[in-house]
């Protein structure tokens, strides 16, 4: 079963259990999913789909960070909700300690010696963690390890 069609079948189990929160945040999720598809004129696969979906975590993290700098915290716990409604999506989130060794492997790999190479050891390391760790994270670990 592909993430698309576990959301929707989600949807349905929090309509019956009269979640709204989570039953918004899914609806959000698959409205996002359908405008990339509209706006594409294809389906998404799985991979494509998790994009999406960290997309919308990411947003909402700025928006938490944003609600408490203006001292709404009721917003920001909003938001937080439904960041844990989505990860629950999303694939198993990686540790640091396995970042960080895939993050050598990759600076191995692409042969990187300084902070010229950075977007090769991003663009390389991209695909391999999408949606299972922060991009903006292990931008400052690969900075830390190219110096």
Same mark, same amino acid.
């Not at 899914?26 to 004129?41: G, S």
């Not at 990860?87 to 042969?111: M, N």
């Given at each position: 079963m592909?993430?698309?069609?576990?959301?929707?079948?989600?949807?349905?189990?929090?309509?019956?259990?009269?979640?709204?929160?989570?039953l918004g945040t899914i609806r959000m999720a698959l409205a996002a999913i359908k405008q990339i598809e509209?706006?594409?004129?294809?389906?998404?696969?799985?991979?494509?789909?998790i994009a999406v979906l960290t997309k919308m975590v990411k947003q909402r993290r700025d928006s938490i960070a944003q609600y408490e700098a203006a001292g709404r915290p009721e917003l920001a716990a909003?938001?937080?909700?439904?960041?844990?409604?989505?990860?629950?999506?999303?694939?198993?989130?990686? $540790?640091?300690? #396995? +970042?960080?060794?895939?993050?050598? /492997? $990759?600076?191995? #790999? +692409?042969?990187?010696?300084?902070? /010229?190479?950075?977007?090769? +050891?991003m663009g390389a390391l991209k695909s391999k963690v999408q949606g299972r760790a922060d991009l903006g994270a292990i931008g400052a670990m690969i900075r830390a390890k190219l110096k």
């Amino acid at each position: 079963m592909n993430l698309t069609d576990q959301l929707k079948d989600q949807m349905k189990e929090a309509m019956r259990a009269k979640e709204k929160v989570r039953l918004g945040t899914i609806r959000m999720a698959l409205a996002a999913i359908k405008q990339i598809e509209v706006d594409t004129r294809e389906s998404l696969n799985d991979e494509q789909a998790i994009a999406v979906l960290t997309k919308m975590v990411k947003q909402r993290r700025d928006s938490i960070a944003q609600y408490e700098a203006a001292g709404r915290p009721e917003l920001a716990a909003a938001e937080a909700e439904e960041i844990q409604v989505i990860e629950a999506f999303l694939p198993q989130q990686l $540790t640091e300690e #396995e +970042v960080a060794t895939i993050i050598d /492997a $990759t600076i191995a #790999e +692409v042969g990187a010696a300084s902070m /010229a190479d950075m977007g090769k +050891v991003m663009g390389a390391l991209k695909s391999k963690v999408q949606g299972r760790a922060d991009l903006g994270a292990i931008g400052a670990m690969i900075r830390a390890k190219l110096k």
